[in-house]
């Protein structure tokens, strides 16, 4: 009785380690980077609600799909320098390098999301009418044990 307890304790431990050790290997995978944002002054504000309506709702999509771990957004409380500034930071967890370089990996969901694509094009146009600089920035973690 002892042994068949001792055998599944260890059986149990065992599968609790594998478990462990692939969650930690697809983190390792996770590919992110972040994404700033530069806009005119006064209206860092529309380009954010025309982000949250035309872009953010592609992503979630790509959320439910399960290409995109996670995706954060911020702005900064308090204005820098002209040459350091920037409005708007969307950090963008992917589930791997090549989703992350994928150039359709929210085109499938146009359609579905907005049924009127010329509306669609205006208002980003119009959104990236309102920027001054866009860059990327591709983050690696650093171990500090």
Known sequence: MAVARFIKAIL???????LISAAAQDRKEYFTIENYYKVK????DEFIDLWKTNHYPLLKKAIEKGDIIS????????HSGEDTRFDFKVTIVFKNEKAAFDPNLTEQFKKQLYPDMEKLKKDEQHRFELL?????????????K
């Open 12 to 18: 149990l431990s065992s599968f609790l380690l594998m």
């Open 71 to 78: 995706v954060e957004a911020e702005k900064p409380k308090l």
């Open 132 to 144: 001054l600089a866009h860059w990327d920035v591709m983050i690696e973690k650093i171990d500090l």
């Open 41 to 44: 002054w006064g209206y860092a």
